[in-house]
């Protein structure tokens, strides 16, 4: 199959090589997907980077993917073979990712894909997706509540602010780096947009919720964002941390204290198996009833994995960056 690698991190075009390895086999309760499409995530870059170590001396980088199931390893039923599927989890913990034509991984992780839903949206599904779902419903329901999702432009604030509608909140407040952006969360449903860079969050924050605050944040930097929250928040408010910046956070006990907020920090790889099943089963509802955006900012082929990750890393796109194998959107 060919694929793309790594064998050391380091920056993209030094690392990142594509060309011939050995074709995977399925085990025990495994499946085989032929890939058509692979996602590729902040958190994608970062390790190739070099924010987590080697997991391997080789690693074929990528979560996220979808394709169709070729092949099933002992135990599994062979009716699924010819199913179109989307993946999660593809390269966590282990070192051979989506950025392949080919992966062999657990059954569970490889996800019914709707009709409605081609492959190169359906790439974009297992991180993002997700992560925005599991931001909304954790520690309570937003029906009726005020929702701010911080950078809702990015892969993951786009979900969120289009799934905090579905899932019944009275208004979603969005924040933005820029024209173009704050235009992508308009669209995909934001009652208004905060621009970071030329307003005052807080401020526009109290004077769009009548000084109450906001009843759950969706946080992407809690390194940048944390000392905000406490007048942010309406009293005893939430605040959903799924991305920091760095590695510390800081905050200030006296106004935190006094907020009563709670900070609930959560990380979609590692979601319980009951929390991620009743998560994937609404996601493919809503994609089945087509309820859902997808935001594919750019596509590159395989042999171009290079330039994919250097336009993640360019925070310059607005929407999802994904790699397609020969078998190309259908």
């Known amino acids: 199959m060919r694929a793309g690698w790594y064998e050391t991190n380091g920056p993209a075009r030094q690392v ?38 080697m997991t391997a001396p080789r690693v074929v980088p990528h979560s996220d993917g979808a394709g169709v199931i070729e092949a ?96 019944g909140a009275a208004s979603v407040l969005a924040t933005t780096s820029s024209p173009e952006k704050a235009a992508h969360a308009r669209a995909a449903g934001a009652d208004a947009v905060i621009d970071r860079h030329r307003e005052d969050v807080v401020a526009r924050v109290r004077d ?8 759950r944040i969706v946080e992407v930097d809690a390194a940048a964002n944390m000392r905000m929250v406490p007048s942010l928040v309406a009293q005893d408010g939430l605040c959903v941390v799924y991305g920091s910046s760095t590695s510390e956070v800081m905050s200030t006990f006296g106004p935190m204290i006094l907020s009563g907020v709670a900070v609930r920090w959560f990380i979609v790889y590692e979601l319980a198996p009951a929390v991620r099943e009743e998560a994937v089963s609404r996601l493919n509802g809503w994609l089945a009833a087509g309820a859902l955006q997808h935001a594919v900012a750019r596509t590159f082929p395989l042999d171009e994995i290079a330039a994919a990750h250097e336009a993640v890393e360019s925070n310059t796109v607005v929407g999802n960056v994904v790699v397609t194998m020969a078998a190309g959107r259908r």
């Open 72 to 167: 099933v390893g002992p135990g599994l039923s062979p009716a699924r073979v010819g199913e179109r599927v989307w993946i999660w989890n593809g390269q966590w913990k282990r070192p051979f990712g989506t950025a392949a034509e080919l992966i062999a991984l657990p059954a569970e992780q490889a996800v019914r894909l709707p009709e409605g839903t081609d492959f190169v949206d359906g790439a974009c599904l297992g991180i993002p997706a997700l992560t925005a779902y599991r931001a909304l419903t954790t520690d309570g329901s937003v029906k009726g509540q005020t929702v701010l999702v911080q950078g809702g432009a990015g892969a993951v604030g786009h979900y969120a602010v289009q799934m905090a509608k579905l899932l």
């Open 16 to 53: 990142l090589r594509v060309g011939e390895l050995p074709d995977p086999e399925p085990g025990p309760g495994e499946v085989l997907v032929r890939l058509a499409a692979s996602g590729v995530n902040p958190s994608d870059v970062k390790t190739r980077a070099g924010s987590r170590p």
């Open 208 to 215: 769009l919720t009548g000084g109450r605050g906001v009843d």
